[in-house]
């Protein structure tokens, strides 16, 4: 376990035909997901690059707190749920 903050850059790339659908269901895990005890940042972004990809910024007050996050019901449903929206870190 580590003391270090612990910060990612997502960039996902939804297919086109579930686009909003996707982007309704992050936009559904930004109360609870900034509700965490560890979470310092968790933004939603546009990418004015490419046009339906959405870019993803977190931070966590270290691992152990990512690693709660990462287990929470609601993230393990979404990633199941969405697995083909692929993202890059």
């Not at 996902?12 to 930004?30: D, G, N, T, W, Y």
């Amino acid at each position: 376990m580590s003391d270090k903050q612990v910060a990612m850059i997502l960039k996902i790339h939804p297919p086109s035909e579930s686009r909003e659908e996707v982007k309704a269901a992050l936009l559904a895990l930004v109360g609870p997901t900034r509700r965490e005890p560890g979470c310092i940042r968790y933004e939603l972004y546009k990418d004015i690059d490419r046009e339906g990809d959405i870019i993803l910024v977190e931070a966590w007050r270290d691992q152990a707190a990512l690693d709660e996050h990462l287990a929470k019901p609601y993230l393990r449903d979404f990633t199941k749920r969405y697995a083909d929206s692929s993202a890059t870190r």
